[in-house]
C-alpha cells in the first residue's frame, strides 16, 4: 500500500540537510529538472536525487508516493513555468496563441523532462490552471461548447507532439542532431530533378525551413480553422 502524502508544510525537514538546505517539493522538482538536463531520464533516480540534495533518498517519498508522482510534478511544474506572467487580453486569438506558444517553449527549454512528461495528465494545480484558459477563451470567444472542447482537444494535443517532436531531436546527440540537419543540404539539395522534380524545386526552402520547428505555422493554421468555425456558428 502506497504510503499516504501528507501536506507540504508538515513534511518538511525541521532540520536542514548537511548542505544546509531545507527540503521542499519544489527544491526537489528543479534538482530533478536539472539532473535531467544534465544526465538524461536514466540518471533521474531516488539514489542520485537523493545525492544531489544531500539527504537520504527515503526521504524523498514524503513528498512523492513514487517517481512516478515525481515524474507528473515535473510536467505540472514546466506547465506552471508556462503560464507564470500570463494575463488574457480578451482578444481569443491572441491569447490563445500565446499560451500555446508558452506551453511548447517551456517543454522545449527542458527536452529530457519534455520526453517524461508530454504524454501524461497531472491533474495537478497547474494543468487545470491551464485546461481551465484555454477552455474559457474559447467560450468567452463565443464557440459553442461542442466546438469549444474539439478545438481544445485539437490545440492542446498538438502543443504537446510538437513540444515532443521538438524535445527529441534537442535531446539527441550534438553529432546526429548536426547530421539530421545538415541532410537538407548534403542531400535533398542534390538530387536530381528528373527524379525527384519537387524535391529539387523545393530543396532551398526545405534547407531553411526543415531545421526549424513547424509548431507556430500548424498553430496557425489550427486558429485559422477555429475562426472561420467561429464564423459559422450559430
Known sequence: MPKPVVPEEKRRRRRPTKSGTVLSERLIVETALRMLREHGSSGLTARRLGLALDADPSTLYRYFRGMDELTLAIGDALIGQALEGWEPTGEWRDDLRSTGLRIHAAYVAHPQAALLTTNRVTGRANELAADEAVLDILRRAGFPL?????????FIDQTLAFAALDAASLALPSEALDADESMWRSTYAHLPADRYPRIA?????????????????????????AEVRLRKAP
Open 146 to 154: 461542442a466546438d469549444t472542447v474539439r478545438i481544445y482537444h485539437a
Open 201 to 225: 524545386e523545393a530543396a532551398p526552402l526545405l534547407a531553411t525551413r526543415m531545421v526549424t520547428s513547424a509548431y507556430e505555422t500548424a498553430l496557425d493554421m489550427l486558429l485559422d480553422s
